[in-house]
Structures are given as structure tokens and as C-alpha cells.
């Protein structure tokens, strides 16, 4: 399967106890959903299925088929968990969007000028953040709310901004 039909749904971090257990930060609009989608993948082929979840805190912590102790819990650190494409359904919801569709979607300010590219989204806890890497190299962070994005066109890849004033500006010392 291609990457571009993948789907990151989590990404498994420490073990959890000592019986297999692991923690998963997942992407997912309700974190036991990542339990939904039956099988998961790693992308490299291997396949994980979730027998257990609960949730703990930011993240849920699982018991995957196969996983009985902590050695094998241990090894699957890092591990990305992606789901096909055609695996999720369509929202009904205009403004939800997949991740995986906003990355390199270029950005275009209010006269139509390219301002940068997206790279990722973040979210430190107040809000979704457009991480957008400016022709002129630097990464800036731009809040992800309609008043500040109103268009998207993921067919055309071009979301359409209104900024906040001076966001792109370059800083003094780099003038």
C-alpha cells in the first residue's frame, strides 16, 4: 500500500507496566477510537491489533495481540500506526479536515501572494497551529481557526489566509 493512502492514527510510545502494555498518543478525534479501525499498520508492513484500551491522561494505554511483556512492549517504541485511507469515513463536517491533506498544501495570503507551505500541525494546547515553512526559510505558526484560514481547497492544495497583521514579516535581526 503507498504512503499517500496511509493514515497516522498514533504512534506507541513506553511501555506500560511490566505485561505488554504500551501507551499510544493517537490522533484521533476520541483517543479509544484508534481501537475502531481494526488492524493497524506500521507502514513497513507489519500489522498490530488492539485487544485492550483504556485511557491515561494524554495518551491511551493498550494491550496489542501478541505483546505479552515488557521487552516487547519496549521494542515497539516509536512505532507509527496508520490506517488505510479508505479505512475512515467521510466527515459530513465542512470544516474537519485529515491532517495528511493539509500537509504541503501552500498557503496564500489576501492579495493572492504564496506565503509559505504547510509542514505539520501543532497543538501545544491552546489550538491547532499551521506550521508554515516561508519561501525565505523560516517556519512560522499560524493559528487554525476561520478567522484566520476562511478557504480551503484540498482538490487544489491552496488554503487561503488572513493572518494576523505582521505574522510574516521578518523578524529585525533578519531584515
Given at each position: 500500500?503507498?504512503?499517500?493512502?496511509?493514515?497516522?492514527?498514533?504512534?506507541?510510545?513506553?511501555?506500560?507496566?511490566?505485561?505488554g502494555e504500551?501507551?499510544?498518543?493517537?490522533f484521533t478525534?476520541?483517543?479509544?477510537?484508534?481501537?475502531?479501525?481494526?488492524?493497524?499498520?506500521?507502514?513497513?508492513?507489519?500489522?498490530?491489533?488492539?485487544?485492550?484500551?483504556?485511557?491515561?491522561?494524554?495518551?491511551?494505554?493498550?494491550?496489542?495481540?501478541?505483546?505479552?511483556?515488557?521487552?516487547?512492549?519496549?521494542?515497539?517504541?516509536?512505532?507509527?500506526?496508520?490506517?488505510?485511507?479508505?479505512?475512515?469515513?467521510?466527515?459530513?463536517?465542512?470544516?474537519?479536515?485529515?491532517?495528511?491533506?493539509?500537509?504541503?498544501?501552500?498557503?496564500?495570503?489576501?492579495?493572492?501572494?504564496?506565503?509559505?507551505?504547510v509542514t505539520?500541525?501543532?497543538?501545544?494546547?491552546?489550538?491547532?497551529?499551521?506550521?508554515?515553512?516561508?519561501?525565505?526559510?523560516?517556519?512560522?505558526?499560524?493559528?487554525?481557526?476561520?478567522?484566520?484560514?476562511?478557504?480551503?481547497?484540498?482538490?487544489?492544495?491552496?488554503?487561503?489566509?488572513?493572518?494576523?497583521?505582521?505574522?510574516?514579516?521578518?523578524?529585525?535581526?533578519?531584515?
Amino acid at each position: 500500500m503507498s504512503e499517500e493512502n496511509l493514515i497516522l492514527l498514533g504512534i506507541v510510545g513506553a511501555p506500560h507496566g511490566v505485561r505488554g502494555e504500551v501507551r499510544i498518543k493517537t490522533f484521533t478525534g476520541d483517543p479509544l477510537a484508534i481501537a475502531d479501525y481494526g488492524p493497524l499498520s506500521d507502514g513497513k508492513g507489519r500489522s498490530f491489533a488492539i485487544a485492550a484500551i483504556r485511557p491515561a491522561k494524554e495518551v491511551v494505554v493498550a494491550r496489542i495481540e501478541g505483546v505479552t511483556t515488557r521487552e516487547g512492549a519496549q521494542a515497539l517504541n516509536g512505532t507509527e500506526l496508520f490506517v488505510a485511507r479508505d479505512k475512515l469515513s467521510v466527515s459530513e463536517d465542512e470544516d474537519e479536515f485529515l491532517q495528511a491533506d493539509l500537509i504541503g498544501c501552500a498557503v496564500a495570503g489576501p492579495e493572492g501572494a504564496v506565503l509559505g507551505t504547510v509542514t505539520a500541525i501543532e497543538n501545544y494546547g491552546a489550538g491547532d497551529l499551521l506550521d508554515i515553512a516561508t519561501p525565505d526559510g523560516r517556519s512560522v505558526l499560524m493559528p487554525f481557526t476561520r478567522a484566520f484560514v476562511p478557504r480551503i481547497d484540498i482538490a487544489a492544495r491552496r488554503i487561503e489566509a488572513e493572518p494576523p497583521l505582521g505574522l510574516f514579516e521578518p523578524d529585525d535581526d533578519e531584515r
